[in-house]
């Protein structure tokens, strides 16, 4: 597989920056609003549904802005859960963090899945560098708003909001990604052994 077509000219550069910056400002807007437990499901199913249109759409824009938004749905859940850390001084209840548990998880388990059914194209990007470019994104705009709290109130409420929120965004990373790895694997193992031409 080729890689994702480079920008090649300042005004791509420029559209593939305001589609990330759009992408990532709307789910921020949207999820931060919600209660925890409606943000953590709606964030789940957003999830899934993005990660998968990401390995289908064909130009550069609409994929930088598909990895803004999932990007700003891990900080924007992440800021939720961490916001009701500071407001309940309690643990989530565990009816909800089984829920929570159950939703993320199914959601990487099935764009695992049709990650992995999917057809090859040259114009898409890898998995790997679907991976490498949320990552860069993710730990950018985590930096950005732990800086912003820094600059706004000061060093502790920095460090806490930073505690918090790293804490809450392994915690949904991890549950995306563990599944999401399994089903990718056995979708290709089912491709792969479908594909091998019977004796």
């Not at 860069?136 to 705009?141: E, I, P, S």
């Not at 990373?173 to 399994?182: E, K, Y």
Request: net charge positive; proline share 5%.
């Amino acid at each position: 597989m080729q890689d994702f077509p480079k920008a090649n000219s300042p005004q791509q550069t420029l559209w593939m920056i305001i589609g990330t910056v759009v992408g990532v400002g709307l789910t921020l807007a949207i999820f931060t609003q919600l209660p925890i437990a409606q943000a953590t499901v709606a964030g789940s199913l957003s999830l899934s549904g993005l990660i998968v249109a990401c390995a289908y759409v064909s130009r550069p824009l609409y994929w930088w802005v598909g990895v803004g938004a999932i990007a700003g749905i891990i900080i924007g859940i992440g800021g939720v859960m961490a916001g009701h850390f500071a407001a309940e001084k309690e643990p989530l209840e565990l009816e909800l963090r089984l829920t929570f548990v159950a939703f993320q998880s199914m959601a990487g388990l099935i764009a695992g899945l049709l990650l992995g059914r999917k057809v090859q194209r040259a114009h898409l990007p890898t998995l790997k560098e679907f991976i490498s470019s949320l990552s860069a994104l993710t730990v950018g705009l985590f930096a950005l708003l732990v800086t912003g709290r820094f600059v706004v109130e000061g060093l502790e409420p920095a460090r806490t909001l930073s505690s918090r929120l790293s804490v809450s965004t392994t915690i949904l990373i991890t549950l995306l990604a563990i599944p999401g790895a399994l089903g990718y694997l056995l979708s290709q193992h089912w491709k792969n052994t479908h594909s091998r031409p019977s004796r």
